[in-house]
């Protein structure tokens, strides 16, 4: 108890007061075009899912145009289960491509053993993008490389552990504060009190979720959702609707579900959307 009194002095809370402040009702006359373009670099050949999560999250939370780069082991299952997306092998992964998204997400079930991916986005990339980096590229991330300001770090402990030096123990909200703003990115620091932080920007608490919640694929469908939500509302605050919404699904969900699946979050996404929008109008 004392702890969270703690986090809500430091922090404001996320509600859905975030939701209808950044999702309205789409214009009449919109295109495809008009909702961004998602590269996501996620899914080797055993983590095919984690690609396929992150790549319906990312479609299912509205962005216009989504295409998944994975092992080419992983194609047909994303064209049988999500069709919208496009798909393509790593090899294939060229500047042109990189410079054509608006948001890049790197990293869900991606592994180790392609560290030059992610080097390659961070050579190639424009400083107008937003980039997320989850998972696998969090554990390839290494000091010193350089990354644009539109940046937004998704570790859980103990990845957060690796990339910051902190301890879990450290990893307070003063202490992770003070990391996001030497690093001069955004961190969505996953616990069971998700907290999210941008330098010269006040800190979010999470106090949604649910141990339903953990599973497989959690993480990656949040960073899909993070990226779908960057790829129409290109701004800071994207990523705390997105953090909050999941969650906020995730625990109505609970309420009749003892184990909560990431694509049941996903199926969900629009409807939430949808309500949001109308209650901003």
Known sequence: MAAGICYNRLMKTLTDEILRKLIKERPRQSHKGDYGRLLIIAGNEEYGGAGILAASAGVYSGAGLVTLVTAEKNHTSLH??????????????????????????????LGLERPDLLGRVLDEQKEEQWLVIDGSAISLFQAGL???????????????????????????????????????????????????????MEASLLTLGTPAQATGGMGDTLAGMIAGFLAQFPQKEAVLAATYLHSKIASDLAEEAYVVLPSQIIEKIPQYMKRASLQNG
């Open 80 to 109: 049988a289960r999500l069709p919208e997306a496009m798909v393509l092998d790593f090899s294939a992964l060229t500047s042109d491509l990189i410079q054509s998204a608006d948001v890049i997400l790197i990293g869900p079930g």
């Open 146 to 200: 350089k990354h644009p300001d539109k940046t937004v770090f998704t570790p859980h402990q103990k990845e957060m552990e690796r990339l910051s030096g902190l301890t879990i123990a450290e990893q307070t909200p003063e202490g992770l504060q003070a990391f996001a703003d030497e690093l001069g990115a955004g961190l969505v620091a996953k616990s069971e009190a998700t907290k999210i932080f941008f330098p010269d």
